[in-house]
């Protein structure tokens, strides 16, 4: 593992991390402060695809979180960007139409060159679900949003993104190009965006399967906290170690401030 003291930034999981059951988690939103004023830059970097940046961002002011929405990368914002850099690109999109409106190039009718899979809680049902599978089988490439199996909400878990990405991975036989995080390209954007090499970046989260996974591959140092879903992923065993373990988000700033 890289020193900590090499630390410039830190990229922050929310849900889980710095807030779960609609409660901002004790010491989250102190530990944010102590890193700014530590001189270290925070990104937060989220898998929710139900959202924008700037209705995410609300929400955690809501819960006393100092969060921009400049500051935020969703995959909302990463599949923009990619579609953005496809010309020519025609898009199913297989998510709500407050939603899709963030996407470029959506249309109604195929051809199709992309299927974009999020948050489809609202629109999706057979035909939808069908209309993917075909567009797909024709050559549209499946871009996931995010491949996460289930979500957390105060009254339990529920299906989530990834479930339905699966459906149609199975039945057109092909693997779907996934924009959130463990992606690479994910994390190498918001190191961009916080003006800093990934080599430089800490990365932080609950999941081991998309934090700590997609931290590892991208060369940063990773913190896994026992908060969100670290208690169900250490019964299954799923995700990577990470470097370090803490009890919560609190813990960060002792572990990196003073160092830095
Ligand atoms: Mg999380």
Do not use: W
């Amino acid at each position: 593992m890289r020193a900590l003291d090499g630390t410039r930034a830190v990229l922050m999981d929310l849900e889980g991390t710095l807030y779960a059951a609609g409660q901002s988690l004790p010491g989250a939103a102190d530990a944010i402060t102590a890193l700014r004023t530590s001189g270290i830059a925070v990104r937060f970097l989220t898998n929710i695809d139900s959202r924008t940046p700037h209705e995410i961002a609300l929400e955690l002011v809501g819960l006393g979180l100092p969060v921009q929405a400049e500051h935020l990368s969703t995959p909302v914002t990463a599949a923009a960007e990619v579609i953005a850099r496809s010309p020519g690109a025609r898009v199913l999109a297989l998510m709500s139409p407050a939603l899709a409106a963030n996407l470029p190039s959506v249309v109604a009718e195929p051809p199709y060159t992309h299927v974009v899979v999020g948050d489809c809680r609202e629109v999706l049902d057979y035909a939808l679900l069908d209309a993917a599978f075909r567009a797909v089988r024709s050559g549209a490439e499946l871009v996931a949003l995010q491949r996460g199996k289930y979500f957390k909400r105060p009254d339990g878990d529920h299906v989530d993104t990834g479930a339905i990405v699966a459906a149609v991975e199975y039945a057109a036989d092909v693997t779907a190009r996934v924009v959130g995080k463990p992606s690479v390209e994910y994390f190498q954007a918001a190191a961009v965006s916080a003006g800093v090499d990934l080599a430089a970046c800490l990365v932080i989260g609950d999941d081991a399967t998309t934090d700590i996974a997609g931290g590892r591959a991208a060369g940063a140092v990773t913190v896994q906290v026992r908060t969100g879903k670290f208690a169900d992923q250490s019964r299954t065993g799923a995700g990577e170690q990470a470097d370090v373990t803490l009890d919560s988000v609190a813990d960060l700033p002792a572990l990196l401030v003073g160092r830095s």
